[in-house]
């Protein structure tokens, strides 16, 4: 296997004029045989960097010297293997590049275009390697943040270094056709939730601030030299610029300010809200979230702002709205919009879109891809049937291997398994309709939302709410999560909304609707239930990974269990019954009884096979994964007395700040007496003769009961310490 035989060196030198005569670079063999390396320019007082691959080490350390801003960095991490290969570094080259950018140590100076997205022999393998580097480059102070932190952060999810599809390069190329083109003012971007509309943004306007030097073309072949000319005509015709993103919700328009802030070229004044349009003058305004644009409707606070626009432009406020705006501006404007995020009164009518979508300076283009869910357009389609009412008869319920969908008939089941979400991916929210008052704004002691015997409160705040500490313990709302991604999102449909089983169709009760903003002016009952449906459209594709249901209404709930998999009947408990066939590996795994384990664990030898088991459907079965029963108070946090849990053999890579089972002679475990522990995994290491040594290991319990204390194995202690696996989820 690769694993056994891979060798992965990251050499640093001192980047200067010296470095192609440097003795030791010219003993790496790697550098001088022409092998393929990837390599980190870097420097740590201007905080910026630069990633790039070569198969000719030195002409590419000469050229960098050469150019003005490379030039300025102070040090290079040469990265080697002996299983590189040209498909290999081009692909851990990208995933440096998104990760970097991800990790916000420092600002990159490479461009955006050209990042490498294909599939090549073993790829899964050199992911590994690429999880193995990263470890190395956070021991070496280069990296700061672990892989998974990152995958959940904002500034990793709308960053600019992105592989585009074939749609997006599509439509991105009609967009710069158009930008070019002096008779076209409007561009229309038409795509439902998840359709990567800010993600285009936030892309479109890196590229627009990049120089072409920073581009990377080798990518590109001859058929997609049509796309290289057009931004070399976009850079010709735009020579600097100046360029928006306006965001009309604050909670987002912060977000993005944050991102903005760590990406080399852009700034967080580079986003701005619909009122601040006119302070400059644009050439190129990017509009996302266009249908959340306003009208002088239930604005609060914004009414004033509002009208002192309209005053300076010299129109009627009670007429006009930000649309508008955008339209008396000069700027070229690229509206990212779907009709079916309006979520409220406020919000500019369609009729105004329709109208400046039928203008002959007006073009439209449809974004149709699924980048959001796992589950893809055929989620968003069932979402769609679902809340329309118009499932056909006989369609059986939703089901999906890449997607959880799933119904509870308990509140209290509903938190603690979007808990368990939680612990295992992070990024886990809950999220209501409007059905009840926010009495917990002004007396925190005070719960918002009582469903049986559970009580929450809403979100304490509406900026980046998702990102906060306790949000894992708050519901949101739509104001404080439209925009933004989730790994799982649990959906609570308040008492505002029910189903007719007469009329076979969803009603709303408006009386229970209860954001006062949301419904007032609105005459029409009609104009209220499409709002309202929409934001349950709208949060329902909020999850990555999965989706979990609860309905405060019996009969919402009972038209839900005919179209959704209920979790008390329908998700299966892991052990097989008598009629399934049972495929080791193939769709179980096997439950170790660790008591019985004396002889322990290693490549010759496993422990006792309790039962072949069955996975929950938001885990792949995979032959490094196997289960234990875990017993015992120490891990109570995460782990429950008596749970079946789930780990992944360990192979290599950093254990730091993972949930392990280990194994030592020198473990006594005070819970089961056993030579093997579960615990949190820390270690302190020193530097040896030849490489990194551990100094010290610290395990350390996760209780609510606070006479767990930490167990500290010294290095003289260390000789059979063994990492068995790493906690994957509970099972059970």
């Known amino acids: 296997m690769m694993n056994d035989t891979v060798k992965v060196d990251i050499l640093r030198f001192d980047f200067t004029p010296n470095l192609i005569r440097e003795p030791e670079l010219e003993n790496v063999h790697y550098a001088k045989d022409l092998w393929p390396v990837v390599y980190i320019l870097s420097d740590g007082k201007i905080k910026e960097a630069y990633i790039g691959e070569t198969t000719d080490t030195f002409s590419r350390m000469a050229a960098h010297l050469k150019n003005s801003d490379k030039s300025k960095l102070s040090e290079v991490h040469i990265v080697t293997s002996n299983t590189f290969n040209k498909s290999a570094t081009l692909d851990i080259e990208s995933n440096l590049i998104r990760y970097f950018s991800g990790d916000g140590k420092y600002r990159l100076l490479n461009g955006n275009v050209g990042l490498a997205n294909h599939n090549y022999y073993q790829k899964p393998q050199y992911w590994e390697i690429f999880r193995s580097i990263w470890d190395q480059l956070r021991a070496k102070g280069i990296a700061?943040?672990?892989?998974?932190?990152?995958?959940?952060?904002?500034?990793?999810?709308?960053?600019?270094?992105?592989?585009?599809?074939?749609?997006?390069?599509?439509?991105?190329?009609?967009?710069?056709?158009?930008?070019?083109?002096?008779?076209?003012?409007?561009?229309?971007?038409?795509?439902?939730?998840?359709?990567?509309?800010?993600?285009?943004?936030?892309?479109?306007?890196?590229?627009?601030?990049?120089?072409?030097?920073?581009?990377?073309?080798?990518?590109?072949?001859?058929?997609?030299?049509?796309?290289?000319?057009?931004?070399?005509r976009l850079k010709v015709k735009f020579r600097n610029p100046k360029v928006a993103l306006v965001v009309p919700m604050g909670s987002f328009r912060k977000t993005l300010q944050k991102v903005f802030k760590n990406i080399k070229g852009l700034n967080p004044k580079m986003v701005i809200g619909p009122s601040d349009v006119f302070k400059e003058d644009y050439d190129i305004l990017l509009v996302d979230e266009s249908h959340r644009l306003r009208r002088r409707v239930n604005l609060g606070p914004y009414f004033k702002v509002f009208d002192e626009v309209c005053t300076a432009l010299g129109l009627d406020k009670s007429e006009t709205h930000e649309l508008d705006w955008m339209q008396r501006t000069r700027a070229k404007c690229i509206y990212f919009y779907d009709e079916n995020q309006s979520i409220k009164p406020s919000d500019v009518p369609q009729e105004a879109f329709a109208e400046m979508k039928q203008l002959p300076s007006t073009v439209i283009e449809p974004l149709r891809s699924q980048f959001r869910v796992n589950g893809g357009n055929g989620y968003v389609d069932y979402i769609r049937q679902l809340l329309d009412s118009s499932i056909p008869v006989g369609t059986p319920k939703y089901a999906s291997k890449d997607y959880e969908f799933v119904l509870f008939d308990s509140i209290a089941t509903f938190t603690e398994e979007l808990q368990l979400r939680e612990q295992e991916h992070g990024l886990s929210r809950m999220i209501a309709g409007y059905s009840w008052e926010w009495i917990s704004k002004n007396d925190s002691s005070l719960f918002d939302i009582t469903i049986e015997s559970t009580k929450l409160q809403w979100n304490r705040t509406n900026i980046d709410w998702i990102n906060t500490e306790n949000a894992k313990y708050e519901v949101g709302c739509i104001h404080t999560t439209q925009g933004y991604d989730l790994n799982y999102a649990g959906i609570i449909f308040g008492h505002e909304i029910t189903y007719n089983f007469d009329t076979q169709q969803i009603e709303i009760i408006p009386e229970n609707y209860k954001d006062k903003a949301g419904k007032n002016t609105i005459r029409e009952e009609e104009v209220l239930r499409n709002y309202i449906l929409n934001i349950y459209k709208t949060i329902l594709l909020r999850g990555i990974k999965g989706t979990y249901v609860y309905a405060c209404d019996p009969n919402l709930r009972k038209y839900l269990a005919q179209h959704i998999a209920t979790h008390q009947q329908e998700v299966p408990s892991y052990h097989f019954t008598t009629e399934e066939e049972v495929i080791p590996f193939g769709n179980a795994i096997p439950l170790y009884?660790?008591?019985?384990?004396?002889?322990?664990?290693?490549?010759?030898?496993?422990?006792?096979?309790?039962?072949?088991?069955?996975?929950?459907?938001?885990?792949?079965?995979?032959?490094?994964?196997?289960?234990?029963?875990?017993?015992?108070?120490?891990?109570?946090?995460?782990?429950?007395?008596?749970?079946?849990?789930?780990?992944?053999?360990?192979?290599?890579?950093?254990?730091?700040?993972?949930?392990?089972?280990?194994?030592?002679?020198?473990?006594?475990?005070?819970?089961?007496?056993?030579?093997?522990?579960?615990?949190?995994?820390?270690?302190?290491?020193?530097?040896?003769d030849d490489n990194w040594q551990h100094e010290s290991i610290l395990l350390k319990p996760k209780s609510f009961d606070a006479q767990f204390t930490p167990l500290l194995l010294q290095k003289d202690t260390l000789q059979d310490f063994k990492v068995i696996g790493v906690f994957e989820g509970v099972i059970n």
């Not at 008779?183 to 990049?210: D, P, R, Y």
């Open 593 to 688: 009884d660790l008591e019985a384990a004396a002889g322990g664990f290693s490549d010759t030898q496993q422990p006792e096979v309790l039962e072949w088991i069955k996975l929950p459907p938001h885990f792949s079965v995979a032959e490094d994964l196997f289960a234990c029963k875990v017993v015992g108070e120490s891990m109570n946090k995460i782990i429950p007395n008596g749970s079946i849990a789930l780990f992944r053999k360990y192979h290599y890579g950093s254990r730091n700040g993972k949930i392990v089972l280990v194994q030592s002679s020198d473990i006594q475990d005070p819970e089961s007496g056993a030579s093997y522990t579960v615990k949190e995994y820390e270690s302190k290491k020193i530097m040896g």
């Open 144 to 232: 700061q943040h672990s892989l998974e932190h990152i995958d959940n952060s904002d500034l990793f999810k709308y960053s600019p270094y992105k592989s585009l599809s074939l749609d997006q390069r599509r439509s991105l190329m009609v967009i710069m056709q158009h930008l070019l083109n002096d008779t076209t003012h409007n561009i229309v971007m038409e795509g439902g939730a998840g359709t990567g509309k800010s993600i285009m943004a936030v892309f479109l306007i890196k590229l627009i601030c990049t120089d072409n030097d920073d581009f990377n073309f080798k990518e590109f072949g001859e058929e997609e030299q049509q796309f290289l000319d057009l931004i070399v």
